[in-house]
């Protein structure tokens, strides 16, 4: 049996289609390509939880590494400090948190703080047993050199500064930033001392609400044996004790007035109201605390009007 020939319209319609199929599977492939690029360009940007700055930075900006030291149990203040410190972007200054405590001792710390630092990477597990006074801070700072050794610019410190902070103490970033960058980035020192009613940084001990040494200063703690042989005791008095054995901290500054307890029914020596220039408020066990602070602070300033709440 003999096939017919094809007609003239049907050989036509054959051709259209297979250039039509040709031209979707090039206009197909461009886009790909183009999505892919978008992709990869920045239309979806990572967004890094340990940054409290979300401006570029140049190299005369201040950098300032903050660690806060804290429990592996406190996932709600972990949670709280993220927001507080995420929600502030000083200006020309690169600063970077993370929290900071010892090796892990339950189940529930070792399945709750893996998808912590799954979803934030903003934390730092050193290798000893926790404690308050008995090492912790000296293992906080002689281990960062190490931790933050980059052969991309081996000869320019990560920081200029390292901060010591607590867990329970508000920073304002802006005015940190502000005192700090007038002042020298080598041998320096600087916190609010105590007792409150002193005013002299030699004789003195910066409190451990906040202190921050500078990151030549973190260096020598690595490698020295003075820090060393002197671990155990109050981790504000031993660092102090460090400087002063290692004649070290020559630029001395303090943020009297800026930084201060929160005062309750009852003030002390080292308490006094809220007020503008504060650089940091400690004692703030409670959540009533925390969210007086953060009011007086207008931290919520740029909650954005929408259908989907009412927050008076």
């Known amino acids: 049996m003999m096939m017919k020939p094809l007609q003239p319209e049907r050989r036509r319609f054959i051709i259209y289609a297979f250039f039509f199929v040709l031209f979707l599977c090039a206009v197909a492939s461009i886009n790909?390509?183009?999505?892919?690029?978008?992709l990869n360009f920045g239309g979806c940007p990572s967004i890094s939880a340990t940054s409290a700055t979300l401006n570029s930075t140049s190299d005369d900006d201040v950098r300032i590494f903050i660690g806060i030291l804290t429990?592996?149990?406190?996932?709600?203040?972990?949670?709280?400090?993220?927001?507080?410190?995420?929600?502030q972007s000083p200006a020309g200054a690169k600063v970077d948190f993370k929290f900071v405590f010892c090796n892990l001792t339950t189940e529930e710390q070792q399945v709750m703080v893996a998808l912590e630092i799954m979803q934030y990477d903003d934390i730092i597990i050193l290798n000893c047993?926790?404690?308050?006074?008995?090492?912790?801070?000296y293992t906080y700072f002689s281990s960062l050199p190490e931790m933050m050794s980059s052969s991309d610019a081996p000869s320019s410190p990560p920081y200029h500064y390292v901060m010591k902070a607590d867990d329970d103490t508000y920073l304002k970033l802006d005015n940190l930033?502000?005192?700090?960058?007038p002042l020298p980035r080598q041998d320096l020192y600087f916190g609010c001392v105590v007792p409150c009613q002193n005013k002299n940084p030699w004789r003195n001990i910066m409190s451990g609400m906040g202190y921050l040494i500078s990151w030549d200063l973190v260096e020598w703690i690595r490698v020295s044996e003075v820090p060393r042989r002197n671990i155990n005791g109050p981790e504000d008095r031993m660092v102090a004790q460090w400087l002063r054995e290692g004649n070290k901290a020559k630029n001395r500054h303090i943020g009297r007035w800026m930084m201060y307890d929160y005062q309750d029914s009852t003030p002390t020596r080292c308490s006094h109201e809220l007020w503008p220039n504060t650089i940091a408020v400690h004692l703030l066990k409670?959540?009533?605390?925390?969210?007086?602070?953060?009011?007086?602070?207008?931290?919520?300033?740029?909650l954005k009007p929408s259908k989907l709440y009412h927050i008076p």
Request: net charge positive.
């Open 177 to 181: 930033v502000d005192f700090l960058r």
């Open 286 to 302: 409670s959540d009533e605390r925390w969210a007086k602070t953060l009011k007086y602070f207008n931290v919520t300033q740029n």
């Open 32 to 38: 790909e390509i183009r999505f892919d690029n978008i």
């Open 71 to 87: 429990l592996p149990e406190k996932y709600h203040r972990r949670h709280m400090l993220r927001m507080v410190f995420n929600s």
């Open 129 to 137: 047993s926790e404690n308050m006074n008995e090492g912790k801070t």
